[in-house]
């Protein structure tokens, strides 16, 4: 399975970005889909996640401004972000959970 995620950049305080990942396979009626962040010198962090059910769940930090969805007949989940703040700054990865694959990720900069 590839995973390859897309959409990241530059984007002012207050800005919206909507990644994607693009799988190889159709993954999504197996696995949880979920993206995770890492900050520089931080650990890599959960973000949200969607079951194969459709059935959502979000970090108390993205809570309310993030949103989770996906395409299963184009394999691919989206990541709507809206009200970004200078420390949601990160690389994003998309991971189907309990697996071992991951995608390359995209960095994300929040910054004026």
């Known amino acids: 399975v590839q995973l390859v995620e897309s959409g990241g950049g530059l984007v002012q305080p207050g800005g919206s970005l909507r990644l994607s990942c693009a799988a190889s396979a159709n993954i999504f009626s197996i696995y949880t889909m979920g993206w995770y962040r890492q900050a520089p010198g931080k650990e890599r962090e959960w973000v949200t996640s969607i079951t194969t059910g459709g059935a959502k769940n979000y970090a108390d930090s993205v809570k309310g401004r993030f949103t989770i969805s996906q395409n299963n007949t184009q394999s691919t989940v989206y990541l709507q972000m809206n009200s970004l703040k200078p420390e949601d700054t990160a690389v994003y990865y998309c991971?189907?959970?309990?697996?071992?694959?991951w995608g390359q990720g995209t960095q994300v900069t929040v910054s004026s």
């Open positions: 991971h189907p959970m309990n697996s071992a694959y």
